[in-house]
């Protein structure tokens, strides 16, 4: 039960959250949030406005945070909130890379969604968070649901400089969103900056996980940033959704991307994970180094019978050497990305089809393969023209049960594969 005078930080002003509060938001759940917006509201003794926006959050999150969307009296700071927290199915991944520790130290916390399944492991999780409202709301949330979490408001790094204590795990996620909420994908663009900041975190634990854009390039990061020990590209539904790194200084050892003969030198380990649904994870893992330098990489002559497409963060790693290396399929052109092998390999890391034809690109040969069909999936890999390109020039629509590629074979013809799905 919410307590009648409970109040949060509101556009500076303090605003009264309470059961008609949270009766309103029920009441309007499935009312159209602009229509409502117009609405003129008389007698309350709460904010309708931010009840409204709390309408709003819940319709965005019902997929993305079903746990969170269960509880009633959740309050979310804002809508932009929503959009930029972590998914429930991530968070919970995010939880098994970090383990139990005793103390967790969140330096830009949030919504605290990631702080939230993490501390299930943790005995004391201090969160921190520069927004004054949105750390208030946080506080809110957070002492309802998980007493092992501390929420204030300030400025992280600030508050390192004046702190003694030292964390068994220190976790980053800077703000990508710069002016104009145009977004950021470099370290030294983000907010805040982790580059200059890293010896002061260093000195308060000896391990660092770092939440970045899925457009950062994994080959800079390295160069800019050292003692890199794991590096996570997470999917959810075959969309890269980010990139997690772990640093560990304590290991003494300098990590890189480049081949060395010293034995100080060492390669961070990489871990492609998709989550297909929120039961089913396809995982590779491999040697960042060894990918690099791997001559497993085989060109098919040809497009055999299955084609494969590898998953969102296989194609973000550039894994390909350890695809062909892993599931024996070859690759069928240098650039095309796309795999190929004469037997079927069932557990392939991202969607398997069976080629029904290959048509080389000329209209008249379309024409004929094609006939009949209106509505077909259409995908191109290193291809001349774009998939709406090639829907149009073929006069088609997306949908039906058949798939369409369009790709560049060894040979450098332009070939379009007819395939079914597995």
Sequence with gaps: MVSDNYKVLLNNNLTCINDNFFTFIEEHEDDDVEKLRLKRFSNHD??????????????????????????????FPSVLSTEQCTSEVVAKYHATIIGEVDSFLDMTGGLCIDDYYIADNVKELLSIEKNEHTADIS??????????????????????????????????????RGVNQSRMFGLPDCEPNIIPLLSLIKSHTD???????????????????????????????NECKELFFKLDFALNKRFTIEESADNIYESPKVHCIN???????????????????????????????????????????????????????????????????GELVHDFPGRIFQVEDVIPFKDNLLKKALKGIKRINVSVRNFKLTAEQLKKRLKVCDGG?????????????MKVLLCSKI
């Design 46 to 75: 709460f904010d309708t406005s931010f009840a409204i926006t709390q309408i709003e959050c819940r319709k965005k999150i019902r997929k993305k945070l079903p746990e969170i969307y269960g509880n009633k009296r959740f309050l």
């Design 207 to 237: 391990v660092l996980y770092v939440k970045a854009s899925p457009m950062l390039d994994i080959t800079q990061m390295l160069r800019e940033v050292s003692d890199v020990t794991d590096i996570w590209v997470i999917s959810l539904r």
């Design 401 to 413: 049960s058949k798939y369409l590629f369009g790709t560049t074979d060894a040979g450098g013809e």
């Design 275 to 341: 989550f297909v649904d929120e039961n089913t994870m396809q995982e590779l893992n491999y040697s960042y180094l060894r990918d690099k330098t791997t001559s497993d990489i085989i060109i098919s002559d040809c497009v055999k019978q299955y084609i494969y497409e590898p998953n969102a963060s296989i194609m973000k790693a550039n894994a390909f050497g350890e695809v062909c290396s892993r599931y024996k399929v070859d690759k069928v052109a240098v650039n095309s990305h796309l795999f190929t092998s």
């Design 139 to 176: 506080r809110y949330n957070m002492s309802e649901m998980r007493k092992n979490i501390s929420v204030i408001s300030g400025d992280s790094a600030e508050y390192l400089r004046g702190d003694v204590r030292r964390y068994d795990a220190i976790y980053i996620d800077p703000a990508r």
